[in-house]
């Protein structure tokens, strides 16, 4: 995934299209699982295989001409599941990493469905709860899944944002930009959760256990849904906890209750929902990098290495859920070349690299990622240097790994102040 559906000659048609039409300059794809795939998936590929990005990015221009940005198009048409305008990260994230061929076409109708008061002829796609949205700034109650359209149009318009930039359009980006802070709206002091608001801006009453996989959120609960927001707004995560110290308290308890969770459980416990850390399912994929955005990188070397270590195994059980599209498995490829992304733009969040010598070439660029005596005990980060220049945030753009030819780690086997 995702599959091509062009004939040999190019030729494809979608639902909607009165004839076949010919891709030209890009191969024409779908099976697209976007909700998933937006997170690691899109971002590995726009680096690694730009050409891949750009048959997705003209793909999804193919699909978003006749009926909006798809959520989730399968075969030839769009299945309409899950939530959230992920094809606006997906195409944002693209631009950001210089595949940019397909923004053009693209701009104009992801910024008609996102900020138009009226529906465009060509619809919202997966903006179908935007208008409440906008009034309130938030995705009120009475909307089911209201927390997690929240956080997802939270994380489309941050992306969208960045698009708005390098199509030139200062006053959308702007716009958007403070719209993706919105999600801090949905934060109960009293509770120390995301909850479903009220259009009049209460919360409903009765007894909240944020435990509880309910209809406020979309395959999660509120321990789950916390964090997704975090990974392009660390500074609202903080805000909301009193400073990046209390949200890396609460995180750590995250972690340390999913770790007495996962020595607790049977052997098939990966294979089922989670209460605290559930690394088979997408909301809190990003958690455990999150500490680095918070000023922790250490904790970022310890939990990443934690997920890595006991998440995944060379058996047919082997992965902690539904792969959705290479999602699971781009994290890892990701987290063993110690990197994260923040998806819809051109940031990466470093973090601990698993071998001792990593190396990627890309249109005849080669990049060697060196971490001399990295291993599950020697997982901490003692210092990077990026062609001997010392890195001092945990922080690279794609033009870093564009760029670079050699990223140098010193790791050992205590935590350490790098990066903070």
Not at 28 to 38: E, G, H, V
Not at 231 to 255: C, M, Y
Not at 287 to 297: E, H, T, Y
Not at 377 to 382: C, D, E, L, S, T
Request: charge should be negative; charged fraction near 20%.
């Amino acid at each position: 995934m995702p599959t091509v559906i062009g004939d040999a000659d190019g030729r494809y048609r979608l639902h909607g299209m009165a004839t076949p039409t010919t891709a030209v300059g890009y191969t024409p794809m779908s099976d697209f699982s976007l909700w998933d795939t937006y997170r690691t998936v899109h971002p590995l590929y726009a680096w690694l295989a730009p050409a891949s990005a750009r048959d997705s990015t003209g793909s999804l221009a193919a699909f978003a001409a006749l009926g909006g940005c798809p959520r989730w198009p399968i075969a030839i048409g769009e299945s309409g599941t899950m939530l959230g305008a992920s094809c606006d990260v997906v195409v944002a994230d693209a631009v950001a990493r210089g595949v940019t061929e397909h923004a053009d076409a693209l701009w104009p109708l992801l910024r008609a469905a996102a900020l138009d008061a009226t529906a465009p002829a060509s619809g919202r796609g997966g903006r179908d709860q935007v208008e409440p949205y906008m009034q309130h700034g938030y995705v009120p109650a009475s909307v089911g899944r209201s927390v997690s359209h929240t956080t997802e149009y939270a994380h489309d318009d941050f992306a969208l944002a960045n698009l708005a930039e390098h199509q030139g359009d200062a006053a959308a980006a702007a716009t958007l930009r403070a719209r993706s802070r919105g999600w801090r709206m949905l934060f109960d002091p009293a509770v120390g959760f995301l909850r479903a608001r009220r259009a009049d801006g209460t919360f409903p009453p009765g007894d909240f256990d944020p435990l509880a996989l309910s209809d406020d959120y979309a395959e999660a609960n509120a321990w789950h849904s916390l964090w997704m927001a975090g990974v392009h707004d660390p500074d609202g995560l903080a805000e909301l906890f009193g400073g990046a110290a209390g949200a890396v308290t609460k995180l750590e308890t995250f972690f340390t209750e999913a770790k007495r969770d996962w020595d607790t459980g049977d052997a098939s416990a990966a294979n089922f929902p989670r209460p605290y850390y559930w690394h088979g399912n997408e909301p809190d994929l990003n958690a455990a990098f999150l500490f680095a955005q918070l000023g922790r990188p250490d904790l970022t070397h310890e939990w990443a290495r934690w997920i890595i270590d006991h998440h995944y195994t060379d058996t047919p059980s082997g992965v902690a859920g539904n792969d959705d599209g290479g999602t699971l498995g781009s994290w890892y490829v990701l987290a063993a070349l110690g990197l994260y992304p923040v998806a819809g733009s051109a940031d990466w969040i470093v973090a601990t690299p698993i071998f001792e010598r990593a190396r990627i070439v890309v249109d005849g660029h080669a990049l060697t990622i060196d971490a001399a005596g990295a291993s599950t005990a020697n997982r901490f980060v003692a210092g990077v240097a990026i062609d001997g220049v010392p890195l001092t945030t945990p922080r690279l753009t794609q033009a870093d790994l564009r760029q670079a030819t050699h990223i140098t780690y010193t790791m050992t086997d205590a935590p350490t102040s790098w990066g903070q």
